[in-house]
């Protein structure tokens, strides 16, 4: 049997940042253990309308969600890993809009967006991160749409803390993801966000800076986001992908003109028109 809930918070047990942070959710959402699920302990919170579980997967390989968890909306807590080991926090949907698939997923397939719950994830972290005075330390960015898990049934979304172990082990930047994901959760339950703003974005770099302005600013709650990398050709089931895996589905699209090129971004411009958007 499923266990249902509204909101699932999920972790890896491999996840280093994962785990801590689901050390401060539990213990600052007042979290009560209440079962199983493929017989790894679950706790509930906040009205009994949240879960928060692991599971012995790293979370790219996380497709199986839907078999053991019957949610609108799932959170992934987890670690961020960059070459350049650059100190980040961030949010994004997962997704492979190329043929690459090199971690987790189906190549040319996206998950189903959260943009409401992401934009506000985005703006619970850099708020809380700010109070707490760690964003000369860590860049509190958005991520372009990429990696696994690409076949779950509902929205699913993912917030990190990069990207390197010494970043992962950090508490004070678990106890702030922590708290940015009870505040987001809270103002879910306490308001409408039937008459907002939804929009798809392409361009930018993987951390796109636009686009995370854009978020900040409250006019828009983005939903996938392709980087300039993923966009060498125009493909049509990808944008169908962006507007239809997404609840609620957009109403715009905004492309960051300086970075793609010019034939791309004319044919951009008429499959999006086309699309409705």
């Known amino acids: 049997m499923k266990i249902k809930a509204k909101y699932a918070l999920v972790y890896s047990e491999r996840d280093l940042a994962g785990k801590g942070i689901a050390k401060y959710v539990k213990f600052l959402g007042e979290f009560k253990e209440s079962g199983l699920i493929d017989n790894r302990k679950y706790f ?7 879960i928060l579980t692991s599971f012995d997967e790293d979370v790219i390989y996380f497709d199986f969600l839907d078999k053991y968890i019957d949610a609108e909306v799932f959170i992934v807590l987890s670690r961020h890993s960059s070459e350049a080991r650059v100190k980040t926090l961030s949010v994004h949907h997962p997704g492979n809009p190329t043929e690459e698939a090199l971690y987790g997923g189906k190549p040319l397939t996206l998950a189903y967006a959260a943009p409401i719950t992401s934009s506000l ?9 700010s109070e707490a005075n760690i964003t000369t330390e860590y860049d509190v960015v958005l991520e372009a749409t990429h990696h696994g898990p690409t076949d779950v049934s509902k929205p699913i979304v993912f917030i990190e803390i990069g990207s390197s172990e010494s970043e ?3 508490e004070r930047a678990q106890e702030v993801v922590a708290k940015a994901v009870l505040r987001t959760l809270k103002i879910l339950e306490s308001k409408s966000f039937e008459n907002v703003k939804v929009a798809i974005g392409f361009g930018g770099g993987h951390y796109p800076r636009k686009f995370t302005s854009i978020v ?5 709650f983005m939903g996938h986001i392709l980087a300039k990398y993923a966009l ?18 957009p109403r715009y699209a905004l492309i960051e003109k300086k970075s793609i090129k010019s034939a791309i971004r004319k044919e951009l ?5 086309n699309s409705g958007l």
């Open 168 to 170: 992962w082990k950090d």
């Open 269 to 273: 411009v008429m499959q999006l028109t």
């Open 121 to 129: 994830l985005f703006r619970s972290l850099h708020d809380i991160a």
């Open 44 to 50: 509930r919170g906040l009205n009994d309308k949240v």
């Open 232 to 249: 060498t050709k125009v493909r049509k089931e990808i944008i169908h992908q962006m507007i239809d895996k997404s609840i609620p589905k």
């Open 216 to 220: 900040l600013s409250g006019k828009y």
